[in-house]
């Protein structure tokens, strides 16, 4: 008959709730009572389900991800390309991808996290959609555990990563619209805990300031990154008694929003009203009128960070820490021709 965990806890003498704790590397066991329970299992050929291969060579063969995602069901094709990006590269070296949801800064989420790393259930993380004070990145470098980010955080410690300058990328949007005429632009923005909006703000502003355009509270309005989102923020921004001519979103989606309620008060985009976004989603192309957006390389980014994590895995010191990329402005008809 082959071992069980409960032959293991008794040679030990110990509960099998212990053994099984040690086995994953929970770290309230002591390091001398796991060595004990790592020996005793590799002697008597115990090999719980899952385990094997940490039992071996501590390893899982697996990076993990979980999405920052408030709704049952996500409809953000940033995910989707993000997703794609990582299992390509993870694949390529013969590894597994672990992809779980949970609203961000939840205790769910938390606890996925703990289980993830204590666990052993992966030997890596991804992150993304970073926050400006990040549990998440005081967690795994308090625990020493190997991950990356796209995008960073406003603490004093960071993850190494990949770095969009939406700052520029924002001025620049801004300055495409001067040029087109417009001095009544509005922003619609995203959730205030994360480090994006901050950035794609700042950039917006520092837009306006650099065309001598006096900044207008009344024209920043919040978003939640969804079409919803846009759309909602778009009809107060029209509702104004002196409404813009141009409106920015903090994303594609919300950019898209923004589109359909302009169509529905009879605006036609791209004459009467511009609407610009960012990400560079493939929906963008095929709005009408085609949406202008500053493009990000989401899945070559998602493949790229693999690649840091893996060398960080390795033991290996990262060539640059810190990757800055310059999102590429794609002129479309939804800010005229």
């Given at each position: 008959m082959p071992v069980t965990i409960r032959d293991v806890a008794r040679a030990l003498n110990l509960s099998i709730t212990?053994?099984?704790r040690a086995l994953d590397d929970y770290d309230d066991v002591a390091e001398e009572t796991r060595q004990r329970v790592i020996r005793a299992a590799q002697e008597m050929g115990y090999v719980p389900r899952g385990a094997a291969r940490q039992l071996r060579r501590r390893r899982a063969d697996a990076i993990g991800y979980i999405m920052p995602v408030s709704q049952p069901r996500f409809t953000d094709p940033f995910f989707?390309?993000?997703?794609?990006?990582?299992g390509d590269e993870v694949a390529s070296h013969n590894l597994d991808l672990l992809v779980s949801t949970a609203a961000p800064d939840d205790a769910a989420e938390q606890q996925i996290y703990e289980r993830w790393v204590q666990g052993r259930r992966v030997d890596g993380?991804?992150?993304c959609r970073m926050r400006v004070h990040d549990w998440r990145v005081q967690y795994l470098l308090k625990r020493e555990f190997p991950a990356v980010a796209l995008g960073h955080t406003l603490m004093p410690q960071d993850l190494p990563g990949i770095e969009m300058d939406a700052r520029t990328g924002f001025a620049a949007l801004v300055h495409h619209l001067v040029e087109r005429g417009h001095r009544r632009i509005a922003y619609i923005g995203a959730p205030p805990s994360l480090t994006l909006q901050v950035d794609r703000l700042a950039g917006y502003r520092h837009g306006l300031t650099e065309a001598g355009i006096a900044f207008d509270p009344a024209l920043v309005v919040a978003g939640d990154l969804t079409?919803?989102?846009g759309y909602l923020a778009a009809q107060r921004l029209l509702d104004l008694p002196e409404p813009p001519?141009?409106?920015?979103?903090?994303?594609?989606?919300?950019?898209?929003?923004?589109m359909r309620a302009a169509h529905e008060r009879g605006l036609v985009v791209g004459r009467d009203?511009?609407?610009?976004?960012y990400d560079g989603i493939e929906?963008?192309?095929h709005t009408q009128p085609p949406l202008t957006t500053l493009r990000q390389p989401t899945y070559e980014h998602a493949r790229r960070l693999v690649?840091?994590?893996?060398?960080l895995i390795a033991g290996e010191p990262l060539t640059e820490r810190q990757i800055v990329a310059q999102p590429e402005l794609l002129v479309r008809g939804s800010t005229g021709q």
């Open positions: 212990t053994v099984s989707s390309e993000f997703i794609a990006g990582l993380m991804v992150l079409r919803p989102g001519t141009a409106i920015i979103g903090a994303n594609d989606l919300t950019a898209i929003g923004a009203l511009a609407v610009a976004g929906d963008a192309e690649q840091m994590l893996l060398t």
